[in-house]
């Protein structure tokens, strides 16, 4: 399941996955924060998850195609998957972003 943090540029989406990610992944009797935590709630789309299903993109094209099927491989695992995403809830040449 995909639980996402989806907002504007600089509305707080770095302050909030800092907030989230200290509460779930930070251990404070064994470490301090730092922003490399941050990647523990990874972009969405990025080139990893592309790569993940084949998608070499080319342009942003390429990349509205994959939305759904690349959403659909980060949820094969089973779990919670925290993602943040500027992405608007809509859709782009109608490839919908969900």
Same mark, same amino acid.
């Given at each position: ?30 470490? &301090?924060?730092?922003? @490399? %935590? /941050? =990647?523990?709630?990874?972009? +969405?789309? *990025? ?29 094969? &695992?089973?779990?919670? @998957? %925290? /993602? =943040?995403?500027?992405?608007? +809830?809509? *859709? ?7």
């Amino acid at each position: 399941m995909i639980i996402w943090l989806a907002s504007f540029p600089k509305s707080g989406n770095t302050w909030m996955r800092a907030f989230l990610c200290s509460y779930l992944y930070l251990d404070l009797d064994k470490e &301090n924060f730092t922003f @490399n %935590l /941050l =990647k523990k709630i990874e972009r +969405f789309p *990025n080139l990893n998850q592309l790569n993940n299903i084949g998608i070499k993109p080319k342009s942003f094209s390429d990349v509205a195609k994959s939305w759904i099927p690349t959403q659909n491989h980060i949820n094969l &695992n089973n779990k919670i @998957n %925290l /993602l =943040k995403t500027h992405q608007a +809830f809509g *859709n782009f040449e109608n490839f919908h972003f969900l």
